[in-house]
């Protein structure tokens, strides 16, 4: 190794050569382009030749040596948005010589940086709230968006709702998949000077009020030397009747990752789950509605196969945490998820992950690569398990290749978990004896009564509830045969599969969540269904 050059983990020279440059005169860039950090060395001064700001805000890095001696030798550049050509124009004025960008993903970038600029108490964010003195002031734009930032993670809201009415302001903080109302100083004057504000953080256009616009904010939370935290959030701002609506959907990268043990499965269904994912090749999907905690069952399934022995490679839109030692790849208008799943089937992986599939070249690459030595992991938005079926149908896909390539579908929802310091017996109420029926035979039910820990809901986090359908040779038939989905179901619980009633029911004659909960996230038809099933 040359001297002063710092070895990657692996230590490997430079390995990709002859792809298309961008250059400081024309640019263009093959966009099937993606490499891994182990391919490069790095040097702490060619590293430092970019501002440390410039390379954490935008997440770049250089790669390899840069040698003075050679003025027109093209820089290799590790970027997390390889198309960003703004950010690649001004890192060549910088450098003043030809950039090759390549893809890598944020931890890798993020290990690169520490190496070259140290990992010091310095984090890149686009705003950094610290405690305040109580003031007796009105309080500013910036005050009001950094107490509510502050308010919302504390509270550990996933989402932040600012609502505009005529003669009103609505601030609500989404916890535990419930909307909680929250005294706000934002009144229908201020609230555009607020909505400004996090369109400045977010870099949108705040001359633009008639259409509406995404973006996102990096935020670090200090609350003492040791006490510091960062989170990202995803901002979108909608026109509304009087102003403009605000939605803030906050990503903890230090949650996203939680073992399959700790997402609430079952003894049978997890064990189901983790022999599912030691199979050599094949498609499993995740289905449910937003929120139900899809991403972070698909994150606990890679987490466990990522034992350093296989190629694991996601395709995103977006990416919401960044899982270490994982190529994650965003989805962009330019390469789309097809385009994109192709040129990652040439990266030689082992596990492919989809983060939705949503038409037919895309579901039909995810079924191609689960029959040819892959293991494939993908979302649907479908109501239960057996609807995956018909989804993948309704894609046009052949039942010849589901058949071949889907292994197993999980359709989950989140409840809220019973809190533990107030948990006390209740009685079914007419409504639910009248709902469930013979299903509560038994059952001894269980409420929060609440408290100052549960901020008195009765609840505190929250709880997977799930159904595992397992596609054995004799559904693979039915599937061929084209059988709707009423008698895939039919013979699915002639063997043995549970639905997300049954395993709702469970957790709450284990004490775990309430009926109340049950009617809450599952449909009023899947209830009826499992009802009228068991009655039979």
Same mark, same amino acid.
């Given at each position: 190794?040359?001297?002063?050059?710092?070895?990657?983990?692996?230590?490997?020279?430079?390995?990709?050569?002859?792809? =298309?440059?961008?250059?400081?005169?024309?640019?263009?860039?093959?966009?099937?382009?993606?490499?891994?950090?182990?391919?490069?060395?790095?040097?702490?001064?060619?590293?430092?030749? /970019?501002?440390?700001?410039?390379?954490?805000?935008?997440?770049? @890095?250089?790669?390899?040596? @840069?040698?003075?001696?050679?003025?027109?030798? =093209?820089?290799?550049?590790?970027?997390?948005?390889?198309?960003? #050509?703004?950010?690649? =124009?001004?890192?060549?004025?910088?450098?003043?010589?030809?950039?090759?960008? @390549?893809?890598?993903?944020?931890?890798?970038?993020?290990?690169? /940086?520490?190496?070259?600029?140290? %990992?010091?108490?310095?984090?890149?964010?686009?705003?950094?709230?610290?405690?305040?003195?109580?003031?007796?002031?009105?309080?500013?734009?910036?005050?009001?968006?950094?107490?509510?930032?502050? =308010?919302?993670?504390?509270?550990?809201?996933?989402?932040?709702?600012? *609502?505009?009415?005529?003669?009103?302001?609505?601030?609500?903080?989404?916890?535990?998949?419930?909307?909680?109302?929250?005294?706000?100083?934002?009144?229908?004057?201020?609230?555009?000077? !607020?909505?400004?504000?996090?369109?400045?953080?977010?870099?949108?256009?705040? #001359?633009?009020?008639?259409? &509406?616009?995404?973006?996102?904010?990096? !935020?670090?939370?200090?609350?003492?030397?040791?006490?510091?935290?960062?989170?990202?959030?995803?901002?979108? !701002?909608?026109?509304?009747?009087?102003?403009?609506?605000?939605?803030?959907?906050?990503?903890?990268?230090?949650?996203?990752?939680? &073992?399959?043990?700790?997402?609430?499965?079952?003894?049978?269904?997890?064990?189901?789950? /983790?022999?599912?994912?030691?199979? &050599?090749?094949?498609?499993?999907?995740?289905?449910?509605?937003?929120?139900?905690?899809?991403?972070?069952?698909?994150?606990?399934?890679?987490?466990? /196969?990522?034992?350093?022995?296989?190629?694991?490679?996601?395709?995103?839109?977006?990416? *919401?945490?960044?899982?270490?030692?994982?190529?994650?790849?965003?989805?962009?208008?330019?390469?789309?998820?097809?385009?994109?799943?192709?040129?990652?089937?040439?990266?030689?992986?082992?596990?492919?992950?989809?983060?939705?599939?949503?038409?037919?070249?895309?579901?039909?690459?995810?079924?191609?690569?689960?029959?040819?030595?892959?293991?494939?992991?993908?979302?649907?938005?479908?109501?239960?398990?057996?609807?995956?079926?018909?989804?993948?149908?309704?894609?046009?896909?052949?039942?010849?290749?589901?058949?071949?390539?889907?292994?197993?579908?999980?359709?989950?929802?989140?409840?809220?978990?019973?809190? *533990?310091?107030?948990?006390?017996?209740?009685?079914?109420?007419?409504?639910?004896?009248?709902?469930?029926?013979?299903?509560?035979?038994?059952?001894?039910?269980?409420?929060?009564?609440?408290?100052?820990?549960?901020?008195?809901?009765?609840?505190?986090?929250?709880?997977?509830?799930? *159904?595992?359908?397992?596609?054995?040779?004799?559904?693979?038939?039915?599937?061929?045969?084209?059988?709707?989905?009423?008698?895939?179901?039919?013979?699915?619980?002639?063997?043995?599969?549970?639905?997300?009633?049954?395993?709702?029911?469970?957790?709450?004659?284990?004490?775990? %969540?309430? @009926?109340?909960?049950?009617?809450?996230?599952?449909?009023?038809?899947?209830? !009826?269904?499992?009802?009228?099933?068991?009655?039979?």
């Amino acid at each position: 190794m040359k001297p002063g050059l710092v070895p990657c983990v692996w230590a490997l020279e430079p390995l990709c050569r002859g792809a =298309t440059r961008y250059s400081l005169g024309g640019m263009s860039q093959d966009p099937e382009d993606f490499s891994e950090l182990s391919q490069f060395s790095l040097d702490r001064s060619s590293m430092r030749l /970019l501002p440390e700001t410039l390379c954490r805000r935008h997440h770049v @890095v250089v790669l390899g040596k @840069v040698d003075p001696a050679a003025p027109n030798a =093209t820089v290799t550049i590790g970027m997390l948005d390889a198309e960003n #050509t703004n950010i690649i =124009t001004r890192i060549g004025d910088l450098l003043e010589r030809p950039i090759h960008p @390549v893809r890598l993903n944020r931890y890798e970038i993020d290990s690169a /940086l520490a190496t070259g600029f140290g %990992t010091g108490p310095r984090v890149a964010a686009d705003v950094v709230i610290r405690p305040r003195p109580p003031s007796r002031k009105e309080p500013t734009a910036v005050e009001l968006v950094d107490s509510i930032l502050s =308010t919302a993670v504390e509270k550990k809201a996933s989402d932040i709702h600012i *609502e505009s009415y005529s003669h009103d302001v609505d601030l609500r903080l989404r916890i535990d998949g419930i909307l909680h109302q929250l005294y706000t100083d934002i009144s229908p004057e201020t609230v555009s000077e !607020v909505v400004n504000r996090i369109k400045i953080l977010a870099q949108l256009d705040i #001359t633009d009020h008639r259409k &509406p616009q995404d973006g996102r904010i990096r !935020v670090l939370i200090e609350r003492g030397e040791e006490d510091r935290k960062v989170v990202d959030c995803r901002v979108s !701002v909608v026109p509304s009747p009087v102003g403009e609506d605000v939605v803030i959907r906050i990503l903890d990268s230090h949650a996203g990752l939680v &073992p399959v043990g700790e997402l609430g499965m079952t003894a049978d269904t997890q064990r189901i789950f /983790l022999q599912l994912l030691t199979n &050599p090749e094949g498609l499993v999907l995740v289905t449910g509605p937003t929120g139900s905690g899809k991403t972070t069952t698909l994150y606990s399934a890679l987490a466990q /196969l990522n034992d350093g022995r296989r190629k694991i490679i996601t395709a995103e839109d977006p990416i *919401e945490y960044f899982v270490p030692k994982v190529n994650q790849k965003q989805v962009s208008a330019s390469m789309p998820y097809a385009m994109l799943l192709r040129a990652l089937l040439r990266q030689d992986p082992n596990v492919l992950l989809v983060g939705e599939i949503r038409d037919l070249e895309t579901g039909s690459t995810a079924l191609n690569a689960g029959r040819t030595g892959h293991i494939v992991l993908g979302t649907l938005h479908t109501g239960d398990a057996v609807g995956a079926i018909g989804r993948l149908r309704g894609l046009e896909l052949d039942n010849t290749d589901i058949a071949d390539a889907l292994l197993a579908v999980m359709a989950q929802r989140l409840a809220r978990r019973i809190c *533990e310091k107030c948990s006390e017996p209740r009685v079914p109420t007419e409504e639910q004896k009248t709902l469930l029926g013979h299903l509560l035979d038994g059952v001894q039910l269980r409420a929060g009564r609440g408290c100052d820990s549960c901020h008195h809901t009765g609840y505190r986090k929250r709880i997977g509830i799930f *159904e595992l359908l397992v596609v054995d040779p004799g559904m693979q038939d039915l599937i061929v045969a084209g059988a709707h989905n009423a008698q895939i179901r039919k013979y699915a619980r002639q063997h043995f599969f549970k639905t997300m009633v049954d395993d709702a029911l469970e957790k709450i004659a284990a004490g775990l %969540t309430t @009926v109340d909960e049950l009617i809450r996230v599952v449909p009023y038809r899947h209830i !009826v269904a499992t009802r009228d099933e068991r009655r039979e």
